[in-house]
């Protein structure tokens, strides 16, 4: 069955330093999402992503933030200058279509901000 | 944000038995619902959606069911096997403004042999 893969499954990185996370949707999906849950915490929405475009973005998305589908495959998620608060786990979803239709997860990516 | 509750934190449910796990909603514009099974160290797995114009849907093991005017959906699972230990989540979408998903908070399963 096919799989949303995400790299790498761990990250430290120092605070301030930039970082990309890296997914790879379900090759025919159109739509694709950036989530994270913060430990203990409910996961919260940060993007969606359709026709090469943000289409739409939460609070948390702030500028510090960005989304880019590079070429055919890979969806990535940019934090320019972390904070402390931003160590969660980062779950990247696709979808073949909007509206009705689920989101499939990858295993996330941990990040840890020293 | 309290969107989504799911006020059951773990539940505990013998191996054969019927396990229910509820969730309950406050916003009259979600329109899909969604449920999702996670194990430690893996992504959410999708298990089965409802549509707010539908009271029922089933899907082998698993029915969720949809009660609009309590704002109450449920996820019935049996006979529950000792794989489906696990942590649930129940989603919600906003009717036709955008695609993200308001989670509950999860409830984790137990099913003891």
């Known amino acids: 069955e096919p799989e949303v893969t995400q790299t790498p499954s761990h990250q430290v990185t120092q605070m301030g330093q930039e970082v990309i996370l890296r997914c790879v949707p379900i090759s025919n999906h159109l739509y694709f999402y950036w989530y994270r849950q913060i430990l203990g915490q409910k996961v919260e929405f940060l993007v969606s992503f359709y026709n090469n475009e943000i289409s739409e973005k939460s609070e948390i998305f702030d500028d510090q933030f960005s989304v880019e589908r590079p070429d055919g495959s890979n969806f990535t998620l940019k934090i320019r200058s972390t904070k402390l608060e931003d160590s969660a786990m980062y779950f990247c979803a696709s979808g073949l279509q909007g509206g009705n239709q689920p989101q499939h997860f990858g295993d996330g990516t941990r990040l840890s901000i020293l | 944000d309290q969107q989504v509750k799911q006020n059951s934190p773990s539940l505990s449910v013998q191996e054969g038995r019927i396990s229910i796990l509820n969730c309950d909603y406050t916003?009259?514009?979600?329109?899909?619902f969604l449920w999702y099974k996670k194990y430690p160290a893996e992504g959410p797995t999708f298990l089965i959606s409802?549509?707010?114009i539908k009271d029922k849907n089933e899907d082998g093991r698993f029915t969720v069911f949809l009660n609009k005017s309590a704002k109450h959906l449920s996820l019935h699972i049996v006979p529950s096997q000792p794989g489906d230990s696990a942590v649930y989540f129940c989603a919600a979408r906003i009717q036709d403004s955008n695609y993200q998903l308001i989670w509950g908070a999860g409830t984790k399963l137990i099913i003891k042999p």
């Open positions: 409802i549509s707010s």
């Open positions: 916003n009259s514009m979600f329109d899909y």
